[in-house]
């Protein structure tokens, strides 16, 4: 009896493991765990959707490079949602979650689920509004304009096709998926805003009519899912009115449009808990409109969601730590962060009352030390090891000719006549140590915080 129950637990076990692979959860397509994504990454994934015979793709234009802007429809239901992505070039998230959504439509163990819904919605999802934005990884096209400030002037080519895609389709709802920076905090002093969320205004007044109301309520049903899956990580923008934006714009042509911006997560470089938590909001929007369920929410829901405070986090914090000078020793808090390629001296002073930091450290017991100059007289391959030897040796920058030097490692490397202060200075990129006992105990090259012990 004892093996039997034993086999028929086993078997069930077996039988759970392989839905939940089935689950929108798990279903995140190959090749876009990176930093950036381009054209070619989701093009694969948009013609192997058009062979489902539920998936109409169709080219709805050209940026201004000539690169394709396509639509993807399914299901033929009076209900309209709109989905769009990646408007600014360098807000790669949503992107990478709608090919997730189009795995997750097309795989053949959810034809029932897609059966149940076709002839009661039909979905428009245009993937990477700003293919020329994402292929050279800047927020604006290849003119310089803000695609997103271009609604109403409509002097982009991709705006154009934005805009008469939305009234030709005439959505019911419409879903802006944007990225956000990494510094937004969910509230004062709360967790990382991972997902942010907006209903956005129709006018200057930021009136509540009954199209934006049940935007609101729609946001209010998704947040439910947000804080199980992330409790602590939902943010909320300020509704200012923004003329120029098609998020404000669609709410003004009578769109239930919900704003979703993708922010950081803890150890987490290229935003997959948010993409995550993206592609599974998408299966509950198409599920919540069919069942009507999201109608139960209160418009107090949406509005009790903490509102995003910005600057609440930073890549590294040091917390008081001792600085001597020639006119005096003092404690501050040291902020840093990642700033592109060049990660800098964000903030000094008083730090740790309102920020949080990626990573942080308690420097009370610790001095500032800047580190000294390695000159370089021949080629030299830094390695990690090779670099932490330097590093505790007590060199933090170099000198001579740069060229020489081939950097192996992912911690950055810092000229001495751009970092070379004896205090830390604002603005300055960050390259020197933390002493205790006279002993270099830490290295801080950026936002990398070494461990020299």
């Known amino acids: 009896m004892i093996m039997r129950l034993y086999v028929l637990a086993a078997a ?43 998936v109409t793709l169709k080219q709805i234009g050209t940026s201004f490079q000539g690169q394709a802007l396509n639509s993807l429809k399914i299901g033929t239901g009076p209900i309209k949602v709109m989905m769009w992505s990646q408007m600014h070039g360098d807000e790669n998230t949503a992107t990478a979650a709608l090919m997730d959504f189009l795995s997750f439509i097309t ?58 895609a939305a009234d030709e389709f005439k959505p019911d709802f419409g879903f802006n998926l944007h990225d956000q920076n990494a510094y937004y905090g969910a509230g004062k002093m709360g967790e990382q805003a991972t997902i942010s ?66 922010g950081a997560y803890s150890n987490d470089p290229n935003r997959q808990i948010a993409r995550k938590v993206n592609r599974v909001l998408y299966k509950k929007t198409i599920d919540s409109i069919t069942s009507g369920e ?59 009352s309102i920020r949080q930091g990626y990573t942080s450290l308690d420097a009370s017991n610790l001095n500032f030390r800047t580190g000294n100059s390695f000159v370089l007289n021949e080629s030299l391959t830094l390695t990690e090891n090779k670099y932490k030897e330097l590093l505790i040796q007590g060199y933090s920058c170099f000198s001579g000719d740069i060229n020489m030097l081939e950097n ?29 006992n006279g002993k270099n105990k830490y290295a801080v090259l950026g936002a990398k915080l070494i461990n020299l012990e």
């Not at 917390?319 to 001296?345: C, F, H, M, R």
């Not at 992912?410 to 002493?435: D, E, G, M, R």
Request: one cysteine or more; charged letters at 20%.
């Open 12 to 54: 069930f076990l077996a039988l759970s493991t392989s839905t939940l692979a089935n689950t929108i959860e798990d279903t995140a397509v190959a090749g876009l765990d990176k930093p950036a994504i381009y054209y070619a990454d989701i093009e694969p994934h948009l013609k192997r959707a058009a062979k489902h015979p539920s």
């Open 107 to 164: 795989a053949d163990e959810n034809a029932q689920w897609l059966e149940s819904w076709q002839q009661k919605v039909t979905l428009l999802i245009i993937p990477m509004v700003n293919p020329d934005g994402a292929a050279a990884q800047t927020r604006h096209n290849a003119q310089g304009i803000d695609l997103n400030r271009d609604a109403k002037a409509l002097r982009t080519k991709e705006g154009q096709i934005l805009m008469t």
């Open 197 to 262: 969320v907006l209903a956005p205004a129709y006018n200057e007044a930021r009136e509540v009519n009954k199209i934006r109301g049940e935007a609101m309520q729609f946001i209010a049903h998704l947040a439910k899912t947000v804080e199980t899956m992330i409790p602590g990580h939902l943010g909320k923008y300020n509704d200012s009115y923004s003329y120029r934006s098609f998020g404000d714009t669609f709410s003004e042509k009578g769109i239930r449009t919900i704003l979703i911006e993708s």
């Open 294 to 352: 999201w109608q139960s929410a209160k418009i107090a829901q949406y509005h009790a969601i903490p509102f995003n405070t910005k600057d609440n986090w930073v890549d590294l914090l040091i917390d008081d730590v001792t600085v001597k000078s020639e006119l005096g020793d003092y404690q501050i808090d040291i902020a840093i962060n990642n700033k592109g390629q060049s990660p800098i001296i964000k903030e000094l002073g008083d730090i740790s």
């Open 408 to 436: 192996s490692t992912n911690w950055p490397v810092y000229a001495c006549k751009s970092v070379f202060t004896s205090i830390p200075s604002l603005h300055a990129p960050a390259a020197f140590f933390l002493q205790a």
